[in-house]
């Protein structure tokens, strides 16, 4: 199964929940900040996401949305 995520940064708090569990380590934290301050996640496409969801499962502000192809 193939996969990929879109994290609306805005929302981000900068948690890295969503890094430590990604079995595919395919999200990183960005070297920029998002409005309110925060070094928020993003997706690094040059990885393999299974789409397995588990990143969107552990997101306490629940913004990432996970796409299966
Ligand atoms: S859906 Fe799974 S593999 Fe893809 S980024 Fe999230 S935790 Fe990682
Ligand atoms: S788990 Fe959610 S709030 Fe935490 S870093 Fe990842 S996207 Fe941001």
Known sequence: ???KI?????FCKGCQ????FCPKKA???SAKRNTK?????EYDKTKKCSGCATCALVCPE???EVYRE
């Open 6 to 10: 879109v994290i609306d940064k805005e």
């Open 62 to 64: 629940a913004t990432i």
């Open 37 to 41: 301050g925060y070094a928020y996640a």
């Open 1 to 3: 199964m193939k996969g």
């Open 17 to 20: 929940f969503c890094i430590a």
């Open 27 to 29: 999200v990183q934290i």
